[in-house]
């Protein structure tokens, strides 16, 4: 019997087989029960199963081998031992056969060793998968053929301002979702990045939204869909979304374009004044300068005094310097070149103080180094936009203005006793000039920073690295064209 099934079974079973009576004794086996374990048949035939078995007692053995009918095949997982001594897990599968009264059990083992790794691999790679996840910063949702959302991580929660529980379940069709294109209008629920992506089986990339904060608002984000297939559908089954909040980068290219746009104003203006002080002051008195050269070819035909006409023309002419010097002097002081230190600085504060009536204090380090053009440039820009502020908005009576040195960069504070005013001023609309200082200063390797003196009074500082960089020269020369 045993020697024909076992003819028969070589021939069709991947697996060791192994067969063995009621006390363990293996009785026959097949020659990848052999190779499996690397003993010759006739090894096997004079050993016993629990010889093999390195997991389980013999006592174990038995009484598992009384709850195998013929009805009832268990599938059970153990380690057997190889001749070399070492030991691998398997999976076998226990039948049992009578005959001639006796019992007898077939057992086919299946080497799990490969099967084990890839199942570890998975664990690994599905536990690296679960711990991205988690700590992402990227919002990400997972929503099924309806856009309803099956799971969330935690900076989806964070950046939607809405708890896990509150967003299972939630569909991208909901109208609370309140979403908006960038100019305003409605963003209706079939439109958004994870229904498109059901809708047409494509990858969506980069899609801006405003999506309402019950928190804090209108948030802006930049979204992804990526549609997910089973295998063997045309259409997508679920669709991953991911999201990151660029509400601040949206926010500040909005001001950047206002800023742009205030620029170009301001330029328009200097334009403007520049065109109507040359025709109304250097132009007429060019003109009147022609007529007394006129006069005094006139009076030198007919013999009168030319006199009174060389005298015309010397005034005419000084005009015409006074005028050319002050526009010059509006678009560059002349004081920040040949000025040391804080001289333009005291200079202009010393001309404030005459116009306003504020009560201007400047104050140096006695330990101030030479500092190059462009940061003297900068600096002088600074108190020139902070004083106009404070003359126009704090309700101050008296500033003052310190310029010091630190080993690696120069320092500028001023104080005023005002209304007060924090980093909220960068985002009011006469915030922009303060906006554009903040630029030019990160540019040149700086910073800037306004804070509030208590109950009242703003101290706005600022400082700059002391070496001088490209970037500084670069605004250097864009100050010189702008004179010339």
């Known amino acids: 019997m045993k020697f024909a099934l076992l003819a028969a079974l070589d021939g069709v079973l991947p697996d060791p087989l192994f067969i063995h009576d009621q006390h363990g004794l293996i009785v026959a086996v097949n020659d990848k029960a052999c190779e499996s374990l690397g003993y010759s048949r006739d090894e096997l035939l004079s050993m016993s199963i629990m010889d093999v078995v390195t997991d389980k ?23 057997q031992r190889r001749k070399n001594g070492s030991d691998f897990p398997v999976e076998v599968r226990i039948a049992l056969v009578e005959h001639d009264g ?22 690994d790679h599905l536990s690296h998968a679960h711990t991205i996840f988690e700590t992402m910063a990227e919002g990400l949702t997972v ?10 991580n935690p900076a989806a929660e964070h950046i ?28 209706p629920g079939e439109e958004h990045p994870s229904m498109v992506a059901l809708r047409s089986g494509e990858p969506v990339r980069n899609r801006l939204m405003g999506v309402h904060d019950p928190k804090t608002g209108l948030r802006w984000l930049s979204v992804n869909a990526r549609p997910v297939f089973r295998s063997g559908m045309s259409r997508p089954n ?13 926010e500040s290219r909005r001001r950047l374009r206002e800023l742009a746009q205030r620029l170009e104003t301001v330029r328009e203006d200097e334009r403007c004044v520049i065109a109507e002080r040359l025709h109304e002051g250097v132009a007429q008195d060019l003109y009147a300068l022609k007529l007394a050269l006129q006069y005094e070819d006139k009076a030198a035909q007919t013999g009168a005094d030319p006199l009174m006409a060389r005298a015309e023309v010397m005034a005419t002419l000084d005009r015409c310097i006074d005028s050319t010097r002050a526009m010059a002097n509006q678009l560059r002081p002349a004081t920040i070149t040949h000025l040391p230190g804080s001289g333009a600085i005291r200079h202009h504060a010393q001309y404030v103080g005459q116009v306003t009536g504020l009560d201007i204090g400047v104050h140096e380090s006695p330990a101030l180094p030479e500092l190059t053009e462009a940061v003297r ?40 006793d005002g209304i007060g005013a924090g980093e909220e001023s960068f985002g009011k609309p006469g915030g922009l000039g303060l906006l554009g200082l903040r630029e030019r200063l990160l540019n040149l390797g700086g910073g800037l920073q306004i804070a509030r003196r208590g109950s009242r009074g703003t101290t706005l500082s600022v400082w700059l690295p002391l070496e001088s960089t490209p970037a500084a020269n670069g605004d250097t020369a864009d100050e010189r064209r702008s004179a010339g």
Not at 143 to 152: F, N, R, V, Y
Not at 238 to 250: E, G, I, N
């Open 238 to 250: 679920q669709v991953v979304t991911t999201f990151v909040d660029v509400t601040a980068l949206h």
């Open 57 to 79: 007692e013999p006592a174990s053995l038995r009484a598992l081998w009384n709850t195998v009918t013929r009805d009832y095949a268990p599938l059970v997982r153990g380690r």
């Open 377 to 416: 440039l900068m600096l002088f820009r600074i108190v020139q936009e902070a004083l106009d502020n404070v003359s126009r908005h704090a309700g101050a009576t008296r500033v003052d203005i310190t310029l010091r040195a630190e080993p690696s960069r120069i320092c500028l504070d001023i104080s005023d």
């Open 160 to 187: 939607l301002g809405l708890t896990r529980e509150q967003l299972l379940g939630r569909s991208s069709l909901d109208p609370d979702w309140r979403c908006v294109h960038e100019d305003g209008s409605d963003f």
């Open 102 to 123: 006796k019992r007898h059990y077939f057992a086919i083992a299946r080497d799990l060793s490969d099967r084990l790794r890839v199942e570890t691999r998975l664990r």
């Open 143 to 152: 929503q099924d053929s309806a856009g309803a959302i099956l799971d969330a």
